[in-house]
């Protein structure tokens, strides 16, 4: 087994159906962030940490993902007749990103099944999972640490984030032991969606994980858990009581985060990268101050 983290998996393959119907007829992780479908952000923040091979869980109807990190002859010599080399140089961003790789999931059986499509690209090394519906600020750094742990312990590493109580139930929960490091915990054990009383910490496990090849033998063996999926987290949970595959740690994340899985917390993204680039936010700020202002 290689001890390196090299490669990616990003799994696209979920219908989005709570934004229809936007997403009717194109895939939800093409949705515009400001001006960028928000599975480039997630194609670049793996290139930043160094994964350059990545392997994206597609499946019908989402030829538009491929489209986007492939080259379009046509447009480029267009903007290169007119000389609009800023267009161009946006344009040829997504081709330029990684190495792509792409695979159907085929079955729609859950997030541990379209990983487990990734077993024949990614081989017996570790990996990286990256979820679409989470953007991490490129200035917060998650998986280059989320790498470190992983070679430094051999483990598993999953990222972790304090939320409030109140919202636990809307995440998979981890129980965790202290470490010598404040930022990094041993997983002792998951519970998805836990209610709050029944919870074990507010820990919530977020869309960022750094697995060993090991997880693909486990998910082969684990049965269909909630909704009839077959559950990452099942197979974490197996993972975590098990020492002679390295456990499972998690890495406590205290930057910035983006959800876009959900309308509100999509609009918010939008309204937050929007207002802190340079070229938007001196227009936008006074327009949302005054806007705000008329508000009840």
């Known amino acids: 087994m290689s001890s390196n983290v090299t490669k990616a998996v990003i799994p696209a393959a979920g219908l989005g159906t709570r934004f229809l119907p936007a997403t009717k007829a194109m895939p939800k992780e093409m949705l515009p962030v400001v001006d960028k479908p928000a599975i480039q952000y997630v194609v670049e923040e793996a290139a930043a940490a160094g994964l350059n091979d990545v392997l994206m869980i597609t499946g019908r109807n989402k030829n538009a993902l491929e489209n986007h990190f492939d080259r379009v002859a046509e447009l480029e010599a267009t903007l290169e007749a007119k000389g609009d080399h ?6 040829n961003e997504s081709t330029d990103i990684a190495d792509m790789h792409y695979v159907r999931q085929g079955d729609p059986k859950g997030l541990g099944h379209a990983v487990l499509r990734a077993k024949m690209h990614v081989g017996r090394e570790p990996f990286a999972v990256l979820l679409g519906d989470d953007l991490i600020d490129p200035r917060d750094p998650l998986l280059t640490r989320m790498i ?3 070679e430094k312990r051999n483990t598993t590493v999953v990222a972790l984030l304090e939320v409030d109580p109140s919202q636990i ?3 998979g929960a981890a129980a965790v032991e202290e470490t010598d490091d404040p930022d990094v915990v041993k997983v002792t ?4 969606k836990p209610a709050r009383e ?5 820990l919530a496990i977020i869309g960022r994980y750094v697995l060993r090849p090991e997880v693909f033998e486990v998910l082969e063996k684990t049965e269909p858990g909630k909704g009839g999926e077959i559950q990452l987290t099942d197979a974490l949970q197996t993972l975590a009581s098990d020492d002679s595959a390295g456990g499972v740690y998690g890495v406590v994340f205290r930057g910035r985060r983006y959800d876009t899985g959900d309308k509100i917390d999509y609009l918010k ?6 207002s802190e680039r340079d070229d938007l936010g001196s227009e936008l700020v006074p327009w949302l101050k005054s806007f705000v202002a008329t508000l009840d």
């Open 189 to 192: 054990g998951l519970v998805e």
């Open 169 to 171: 139930h809307l995440y």
């Open 269 to 274: 993204a939008i309204v937050q990268l929007a």
């Open 86 to 91: 800023a267009k161009l140089e946006r344009v």
């Open 198 to 202: 029944s919870a074990p910490s507010n």
């Open 148 to 150: 470190e742990e992983q």
